[in-house]
C-alpha cells in the first residue's frame, strides 16, 4: 500500500447495553460460521466465541462450518473478502502485507471479514472494541470486558489502516512469557507485525534468566539451546495470528565467518588470522571492534567476504521459509569501516547495495521470495554514489534515527538541509529531524518504493519521562506525520515491559498507526477510563504533570549537571505524590480486576517515582554521596518489587540505563 491513506470510519458505533430492553428477545444461540479452513481462522472464531461467553454467559455459542440458513440460530459469517461474494471488500495493494476490515452486525447476526487471516482476526478484535472490550496491556488483568447483550449491537464498520507496518520489534529483558504476551496483544490494538532480533534472541532471554541487576533473584540456567526452543515456539504463535514476521537483523557479519553473533557480549576465543584478514582495517589494523562480534564491520570490497554473507543469508531462509521479512544489516557499530585501498573506492552503502543485488540473485536462482529489509542507519545515512537496487520489488527500506532527539517530532521540512559530507570513520550524525529528514529524502531519491520507520520512543525515552505522557505524545505526532514524509508505518525497537505506570505509549502506537486521524485526545480519553474508572481524569492528570515536572532534558544530559532549578524541580515531586497518595489509597481494592491492578501499580510507582526525584535532586544539587545513597535505596526497591511489576516494567534495563547517567 502506498503512503496515501484510504481510511474508511465506521458508519455507526456499538450500542453497548448492560441491561436487557422491556419486550425484546434474548438471544440463546449464536453460530459462529467459519468460511475458510485455515489456523487464524480458527483462532478467530475461538476468540470471539470466549469473549462473547465472557460478555454474557447466558447465551450458547457454536463454531461451524454449516452456511446454510436456518431459523433456529443467528450466524456470524468470518472469513476472508473472497469467502463472501456479498461483502462490499476493500481494495488492497498487496493482499498478504495489507489489512483492511469488514464489519457488518446487527440484530444478532452479520459478517467480519478481512483482506486476510491476520485482518480477520484484527476485524474480530475490532468487532469486540465496539461492543466494548478493550485491552491495555498485556495479559488477562489488562483486559475490560463489559456485559453486553448481543442482540442490541450493531456494528458497521469498512476501514483499511493508515500504514502497512505497524509491529514492534524485541528488546530489554524478557521471559518468554513477556513476549508470547507482547505477540498476543498486538492484533488486539490493531498491529501486525513482530520483530525477533538475532537468530535465537539469546541476548534478551539471557537478561531475563540470569536476573542481571538483580541481586535479589537467584540466577537461572539458561542456554542458547533454550533460547532456540522459545523462537520455534514464538514462531508457532506468531504463525497462529498470521502477523508479518520479521527475522534477525543482527549478527550476519560475525557469523559469516563463524563467529557467534549472540548479542553485544566481547568475545575471548582465539581467533585464526585466515579469518582476521576479512575483518575491516582501521588504523592499520583488521581486529574485533572494541572485542564485540557484532560491532565489527568487514572488508566488503572482498568478493569472498560478501559471498560468505551472502551464502549465509541463503542457508538461512531456506530451512526458515516462515520469515516473512528478512533484516539484512551490516555491524551495530560506527565509524569503523574498513580503511582498505579497495575500501576507500567506495563508501559503504555503495558496497551494502552491492551485496544487496548479489543476495537478490542468488534467492532469485533459489526462487526464495522472501523481502529483505535494509537498513539506513548510521555510517549507511550517506546514500549510494555509484550502485543501484536492481530488484526492488524484493527490498524495503528501514530508516533507523538512531541518534535522533525526542524534542521534536517527524515532520516535512519547509528549507533544505545540506548533506554533511562523508569522512571516512570521522562522521557526525544527524540529531535533529529537519537533518534526519534530509538524510531520509536523500535515500528515497535512490529507492522510491516501500519503507518504514523503526525508532526508539520506548527503549529509552520513556524511562526520562516516568509519566509516559511526554514521550507518547511525541510517538503520537510522528505517527501521524509518517505518510507525510513518505514513510508507510513504523517498527518500535523497544523494551516489551514499557507498561508502568501504564501502556500509553503502545496504545497510542496501535490506534494511530491504524487510524492516524484519531487525536491524541481521544486515545488517552479511552485509554485512562478503560484503566481506572472513577477518577480517571485525576490520574490523566497527575501522570500528565509528571511528565511536566520531570525535566527529560536533564536526563538526556543535555543541561549542566549541578542545577538550582531542576534541583527545585525534582523536589518539589515529592510533595506532588504525597498529594495524590490518598486518591491512590482509595482505589487499591476495586470491584474490577484490570482497574485493581492499575491502580496497584500507580500505588508502586509512586513509591519509585519519589525515589528517583529525591535521587535526580540530590544529583541537580552537587550531592553525590547523598544521590548514590538514594539511587542505592532505589534499586533495592526496585530489585525487591520486581515480582509485582514483572509484566509491565523492565528493571534490568532500567537500573542499566539510569545506572550510566549518573
Keep these: 500500500m502506498s503512503p496515501e491513506i484510504q481510511l474508511y470510519q465506521a458508519t455507526e458505533v456499538a450500542e453497548n447495553t448492560h441491561k436487557r430492553k422491556g419486550g425484546q428477545k434474548v438471544i440463546e444461540n449464536i453460530d459462529i460460521v467459519k468460511m475458510h479452513n485455515n489456523e487464524t481462522l480458527d483462532f478467530a472464531c475461538q476468540e470471539l466465541q470466549n469473549y462473547l461467553i465472557k460478555m454474557n454467559n447466558n447465551i450458547k455459542i457454536n463454531i461451524t462450518e454449516n452456511r446454510e440458513n436456518t431459523n433456529k440460530t443467528n450466524k456470524i459469517y468470518i472469513g476472508l473478502f473472497t469467502d463472501m461474494d456479498w461483502i462490499n471488500a476493500i481494495e488492497v495493494d498487496d493482499p498478504y502485507f495489507d489489512d483492511a476490515i469488514v464489519i457488518d452486525f446487527e440484530n444478532g447476526k452479520g459478517n467480519i471479514a478481512g483482506a486476510n487471516p491476520r485482518s480477520v482476526l484484527i476485524a474480530v478484535y475490532r468487532f469486540l472494541y465496539e461492543a466494548g472490550c478493550r485491552w491495555i496491556r498485556p495479559g488477562n488483568d489488562g483486559e475490560y470486558i463489559p456485559s453486553v447483550n448481543i ?16 509491529g514492534i520489534c524485541i528488546e530489554g529483558a524478557v521471559s518468554y512469557e513477556n513476549v508470547y504476551d507482547i505477540i498476543d496483544f498486538l492484533p488486539k490494538i490493531g498491529l501486525n507485525s513482530y520483530f525477533i532480533q538475532f537468530k535465537e534472541a539469546f541476548e534478551f532471554f539471557d537478561r531475563w534468566y540470569s536476573h542481571k541487576n538483580n541481586p535479589y533473584k537467584e540466577k537461572e540456567q539458561f542456554s542458547l539451546e533454550k533460547a532456540k526452543e522459545y523462537v520455534v515456539k514464538l514462531e508457532k504463535e506468531i504463525k497462529k495470528r498470521n502477523l508479518i514476521y520479521h527475522a534477525v537483523g543482527h549478527g550476519w557479519t560475525c557469523e559469516a565467518l563463524g563467529i557467534p553473533g549472540i548479542g553485544w557480549g566481547n568475545y575471548n576465543k582465539y581467533i585464526p588470522e585466515d579469518t582476521k584478514k576479512y575483518f575491516a582495517e582501521i588504523n592499520g589494523k583488521r581486529e574485533l571492534w572494541d572485542g564485540i562480534p557484532i560491532n565489527t564491520n568487514l572488508c566488503y570490497s572482498n568478493y569472498d567476504v560478501r559471498k560468505m554473507i551472502v551464502d549465509g543469508i541463503v542457508k538461512y531462509l531456506e530451512s526458515h521459509p516462515n520469515v516473512d521479512v528478512l533484516h539484512f544489516w551490516l555491524a551495530d557499530g560506527y565509524n569503523n569501516h574498513c580503511e582498505c585501498d579497495e575500501c576507500k573506492k567506495m563508501i559503504p552503502s555503495d558496497y551494502y547495495i552491492k551485496m544487496l543485488n548479489e543476495l537478490d540473485e542468488e534467492l532469485t536462482l533459489k526462487n526464495i521470495n522472501t523481502k529483505i529489509v535494509f537498513l539506513i542507519y548510521v555510517d549507511l545515512f550517506w546514500p549510494p554514489q555509484n550502485e543501484k ?61 516501500d519503507s518504514f520507520l523503526f525508532d526508539y520512543h520506548f527503549m529509552w525515552e520513556h524511562l526520562y519521562d516516568p509519566g509516559y505522557f511526554g514521550i507518547s505524545e511525541l510517538l503520537y505526532k510522528d505517527i501521524v506525520n509518517l505518510n507525510k514524509v513518505g514513510l508507510n508505518g513504523l517498527l518500535s525497537c523497544q523494551l516489551q515491559r514499557a507498561f508502568f505506570p501504564t501502556g500509553l505509549g503502545v496504545y497510542v502506537l496501535g490506534k494511530a498507526l491504524w487510524n492516524n486521524q484519531v487525536t491524541f485526545q481521544e486515545i488517552v480519553d479511552e485509554y485512562f477510563t478503560a484503566s481506572f474508572g472513577e477518577d480517571a481524569d485525576k490520574c490523566k492528570i497527575y ?9 527529560s532534558n ?65 544529583r541537580a544539587e552537587g550531592d553525590n554521596t547523598a544521590m548514590y545513597q538514594k539511587w542505592e535505596k532505589l534499586k533495592k526497591f526496585l530489585q525487591q518489587e520486581e515480582d509485582l511489576i514483572q509484566p509491565v516494567f523492565d528493571v534490568y534495563q532500567f537500573i542499566k540505563t539510569i545506572g550510566d547517567f549518573i
Excluded: C, G
Aim: hydrophobic letters at 40%; charged letters at 30%; a positive charge.
Design 554 to 618: 536533564y536526563l538526556r544530559s543535555s543541561k549542566e549537571r549541578i542545577n538550582a532549578e531542576d534541583a527545585k524541580l525534582f523536589s518539589s515531586i515529592v510533595e506532588y505524590v504525597d498529594k495524590f497518595r490518598p486518591v491512590i489509597k482509595k482505589h487499591l481494592i476495586n470491584r474490577k480486576r484490570i482497574m485493581d491492578v492499575s491502580w496497584k501499580y500507580i500505588d508502586i510507582h509512586a513509591e519509585y517515582i519519589t525515589l528517583f526525584a529525591e535521587m535526580l535532586s540530590y
Design 151 to 166: 442482540e442490541h449491537l450493531k456494528v458497521h464498520v469498512m476501514e483499511r489502516p493508515s500504514y502497512r507496518h505497524r
Design 389 to 449: 537496487i536492481k530488484n526492488k520489488d524484493r527490498f524495503i527500506m528501514m530508516f533507523a534515527p538512531i541518534m535522533r532527539v525526542y524534542t521534536d517530532n517527524f515532520k516535512p521540512t519547509a528549507v533544505d538541509v545540506p548533506l554533511k559530507p562523508y569522512v571516512r570513520n570521522k562522521l557526525e550524525y544527524p540529531k535533529s529531524i529537519p537533518e534526519n529528514v534530509a538524510y531520509l529524502n536523500a535515500w528515497q531519491k535512490v529507492f522510491n518504493r
Design 543 to 551: 501522570l500528565n504533570t509528571l511528565s511536566n515536572l520531570f525535566d
